[in-house]
């Protein structure tokens, strides 16, 4: 199984979109600050996260998820999420 998953920023606000095939490792690196792009960016709250069976299905997700309108959507599908969060 492969994971794209979106980290919350409760420090600044931001997103953080990845890509991987174990997401509770993942998550755990980030928050040991083993993540150079987050480790600054601390605490993190996994938000959102989508599997699939294939990689390449995986990686296009990823990189929809960072274009403008793939942050639109997400803000949009998660607006109540991102209300409790403020």
Known sequence: ??????????????LYIGFTHDVNERI??????????TRNRRPLKLTFY????NNFDALRR???FKTTAGKRALKIM??????ESL
Not at 50 to 53: Q, V
Not at 78 to 83: A, I, N
């Open 1 to 14: 199984m492969y994971f794209v998953y979106i980290l919350h920023s409760l420090k600044d606000k931001n």
């Open 28 to 37: 755990k690196k980030h928050a040991q600050g083993d993540v150079p792009s």
């Open 50 to 53: 989508e599997c699939y069976f």
């Open 62 to 64: 990823e990189k929809y």
């Open 78 to 83: 998660l607006r109540e999420t991102f209300q």
